[in-house]
């Protein structure tokens, strides 16, 4: 028997999947998503609603399910799906990481994400796991943003996407997209978090580059500097004897040896540890560094100017990469498929 009770509930249901067709798909929008049931929730205050938000990782769309307080008891859950009509607590119910990389505390990394990092980078990298815990640790900074890009911070981002890898025509881009096996609509979410993320670096950069730079000044003085790298000691024999950065050099000029010889003006952080911190003129060497074995020295250093763009630009990089240590050494990392 239908009561005046159940009838209204029958009305309430038709009027929340109404409510649940008009939602605002995109993460950026769930805030306006919640106002939309307050103000249902306002006319129909039996119900209780409660909406239950899915941000699927690496997807800017939004799912939702709307909990509803049922008059004869217990709660009636309605499932709003944009996409095949999957509920999204059935579609990720076969595991719990079935389509997981990895977990940086909270924010995981799905498998197709990964891969298209992985691609995007472009080369190969020693760090690149550390590279892939560092994009959720940034991507955890951004994730909840509910602040919409601008339509120039998307389309420079994507410019420099497409430049860093010689596609300079849309013909050029939709090929890469097809031989890596992307659509554009995937492109476009990719470039929206890369958008999100350089704005984060940017604001980070203002923030702590000069602190940073204050901190560290001899890290940022430009070095000129030269350095051989050896498997072993063996190799170097005949050099040692070298007392200048010239003279190792000129030393070079008459060594047959199988050597990787480094000249170069750098930043000081950026040179092999034993050569940081030498001024001009002096050699180190040979030591062990990074499983070989180094000789090499200073020829000119020049004190960082804290006035410098690029200084402090570097600077900038510095200060975020020792905070991306930071939060590495407290996260709570799990690798899914590693």
Not at 202 to 228: C, E, I, T
Not at 232 to 243: E, F, G, I, V
């Amino acid at each position: 028997m239908t009561t005046p009770s159940t009838a209204g509930f029958g009305a309430d249901l038709a009027s929340a999947v109404a409510l649940l067709r008009r939602l605002p798909r995109h993460r950026d929008q769930v805030s306006e998503a919640r106002r939309m049931v307050a103000a249902w929730s306002a006319a129909h205050p039996s119900r209780r609603p409660e909406l239950v938000v899915d941000l699927p990782p690496g997807d800017l769309r939004a799912g939702y399910d709307l909990v509803l307080a049922d008059p004869e008891g217990g709660s009636v859950a309605l499932t709003g799906q944009a996409e095949d009509g999957v509920p999204w607590s059935i579609e990720y119910s076969t595991h719990f990481a079935a389509n997981r990389l990895l977990s940086v505390n909270e924010r995981s990394l799905s498998v197709p994400s990964a891969l298209f990092t992985i691609r995007a980078l472009n080369r190969r990298d020693p760090t690149l796991h550390r590279q892939l815990v560092d994009f959720c640790l940034l991507w955890d900074q951004v994730f909840d943003e509910d602040v919409a890009m601008a339509a120039e911070e998307l389309a420079e981002a994507a410019d420099l996407f497409r430049r860093g890898r010689g596609l300079h025509s849309r013909a050029a881009t939709l090929e890469w997209l097809a031989d890596v096996g992307l659509t554009e609509q995937a492109f476009a979410i990719h470039i929206e978090f890369v958008a999100r993320i350089e704005r984060f670096r940017r604001g980070f950069f203002d923030k702590h580059a000069a602190d940073h730079l204050r901190a560290h000044p001899a890290d940022f003085d430009r070095v000129d500097a030269v350095w051989v790298r050896a498997v072993d000691a063996k190799a170097l024999d005949d050099l040692p004897t070298a007392r200048t950065p010239a003279d190792l050099l000129t030393r070079l000029g008459q060594h047959s040896g199988d050597l990787q010889l480094t000249v170069g003006r750098h930043w000081a952080l950026d040179l092999p540890a034993p050569l940081r911190s030498l001024v001009a003129g002096e050699l180190a060497g040979p030591v062990p560094e990074e499983g070989q074995v180094i000789l090499g020295g200073v020829r000119r250093r020049e004190a960082a100017d804290a006035t410098d763009p690029a200084v402090l630009a570097r600077a900038g990089e510095a200060a975020l990469a020792e905070w991306l240590a930071g939060q590495r050494a407290k996260a709570t990392i799990r690798w899914h498929w590693l």
